[in-house]
Structure formats: structure tokens, C-alpha cells
Nanobody, 125 residues
Framework: VQLVESGGGSVQAGGSLRLSCTAFGYTHSSEYMAWFRQFPGKEREGVASIGIDGSTTYADAVKGRFTISEDSAKKILYLQMSSLKPEDTAMYYC????????????????????WGQGTQVTVSS
């Protein structure tokens, strides 16, 4: 399984970006796909996840501003980011897992097996 992110870039505070993650090599759909981000010198943190049943989970920091969705037929995962803040500046990664996870664990990076290479998002004030 290979995941390839795109859509990152630079935007001013208050602006919007949409990240995409295309999956290659899938033999069957993963249980969950998710977006994570990593700030310089920090651990990777969960942003949002979506299950095969369509259930979504969001980190508190992005609730109401970010929306995760997927096009199952095209095997593309999206992250629509709105009302962006400078503190959203980070490297964003998509990930997938075939493991069934309780809701409380769906944003834990150590439970995801497949990762993209990341795409940089920079929000200026």
C-alpha cells in the first residue's frame, strides 16, 4: 500500500486548503484512514480519522474547522481545512490501518501501519 499526499502550500490566516491522499496498491479497503500532523521537534499528532463505516473523529484543536472525507471509488482521502491559523502550520501526513480501533484510539499514530510522505502546510499571520 502506498499513500501519496498533495495539496499543501502556503496560505494566510483565515484561509482554506484541501489536502488529498491517494492510495495505491489496495487489495481491500482499510478500516480507518486518518490525517496526522507534526510540528518541528514535536511528536506526530492526530488530526482526523474516518472509518470504513463513515464514522469520523476529530482532534479538539480542529473541530468545526477541518473536515475529513473520502472518495472510496477513487481511493482518495481528503482533508478540507478552513479558518486556518498560524498554529496549524505543520507537516501533514495521511495514514491507514486495517486494525479495528475503538473511537478513543483512532488518532493514535502508533496504531497506523501505512503512511504517506507528508505535505507541508504553512499559515502566515
Amino acid at each position: 500500500v502506498q499513500l501519496v499526499e498533495s495539496g499543501g502550500g502556503s496560505v494566510q490566516a483565515g484561509g482554506s486548503l484541501r489536502l488529498s491522499c491517494t492510495a495505491f496498491g489496495y487489495t481491500h479497503s482499510s478500516e480507518y484512514m486518518a490525517w496526522f500532523r507534526q510540528f518541528p521537534g514535536k511528536e506526530r499528532e492526530g488530526v482526523a480519522s474516518i472509518g470504513i463505516d463513515g464514522s469520523t473523529t476529530y482532534a479538539d484543536a480542529v473541530k468545526g474547522r477541518f473536515t475529513i472525507s473520502e472518495d472510496s471509488a477513487k481511493k482518495i482521502l481528503y482533508l478540507q481545512m478552513s479558518s486556518l491559523k498560524p498554529e496549524d502550520t505543520a507537516m501533514y501526513y495521511c495514514a491507514a490501518t486495517y486494525v479495528v480501533l475503538p473511537r478513543s484510539s483512532r488518532l493514535l499514530p502508533q496504531l497506523y501501519n501505512y503512511w504517506g510522505q507528508g505535505t507541508q502546510v504553512t499559515v502566515s499571520s
